[in-house]
T-cell receptor, first 112, second 116 residues
Framework: GENVEQHPSTLSVQEGDSAVIKCTYS??????FPWYKQELGKRPQLIID?????GEKKDQRIAVTLNKTAKHFSLHITETQPEDSAVYFC???????????FGRGTSLIVHP | GAVVSQHPSWVICKSGTSVKIECRSL??????MFWYRQFPKQSLMLMAT?????????EQGVEKDKFLINHASLTLSTLTVTSAHPEDSSFYIC????????????FGPGTRLTVL
């Protein structure tokens, strides 16, 4: 089955800095890669996603890049703000089952 | 749009009792609902995939007789934790996949279960 590795497990940055979270996946058939933000005790919220036919996608301060050959994808947050502090999860899934495999999560802490 | 509700949001019960958690898609039809378990500071662990009108598919290591799942309609799935024990205490989250949305999943707010 699919295996998703996520790094780092914890990321601490100063407000205004950029943050990068990286994930790798093992199943070359995976073709959908969402990123979720989860605040403490809350539900995961989809913040951005990318499909395998696209190499990069951007939404304001958030961007995701995908390297299919290397089987890794990354989340980039620019101009971080304290409200960006949360746990971020990457995931990978493929058509047919659409069952996602989640990474272990990255706790992002943005210091004011 | 694409709202998923879960009820109850939290529950405390005595060891040996059964607890039912409901997951509803409020404004869309969900062919598939997923049930996850999340321990503190850990990732989402998929327990089972629930398809409307058919038996749930359980992940390896998840006891189907302990975690009963029913997906009676396109908007409702239930998870019943039978004979709950303290080790079953966790955060249970459901998600629903839109008929049209292929991969897109919408998560419920979660249910905090504490078994005394």
């Amino acid at each position: 089955g699919e295996n998703v590795e996520q790094h780092p497990s914890t990321l601490s940055v100063q407000e205004g800095d950029s943050a990068v979270i990286k994930c790798t996946y093992s199943d070359s058939a995976s073709n959908y890669f969402p990123w979720y933000k989860q605040e403490l005790g809350k539900r995961p919220q989809l913040i951005i996603d990318i499909r395998s036919n696209v190499g990069e996608k951007k939404d304001q301060r958030i961007a995701v890049t995908l390297n299919k050959t290397a089987k890794h994808f990354s989340l980039h947050i620019t101009e971080t703000q304290p409200e960006d502090s949360a746990v971020y999860f990457c995931a990978a899934s493929k058509g047919g089952s659409y069952i996602p495999t989640f990474g272990r999560g990255t706790s992002l802490i943005v210091h004011p | 749009g694409a709202v998923v509700s879960q009820h109850p949001s939290w529950v405390i019960c005595k060891s040996g009792t059964s607890v039912k958690i409901e997951c509803r898609s409020l404004d869309f039809q969900a062919t598939t609902m997923f049930w996850y378990r999340q321990f503190p500071k850990q990732s989402l662990m998929l327990m089972a995939t629930s398809n409307e009108g058919s038996k749930a598919t359980y992940e390896q290591g998840v006891e189907k007789d302990k975690f009963l799942i029913n997906h009676a309609s396109l908007t409702l799935s239930t998870l019943t934790v039978t004979s709950a024990h303290p080790e079953d205490s966790s955060f249970y989250i459901c998600s629903a996949r839109d008929l049209q949305g292929e991969h897109t999943q919408y998560f419920g707010p979660g249910t905090r279960l504490t078994v005394l």
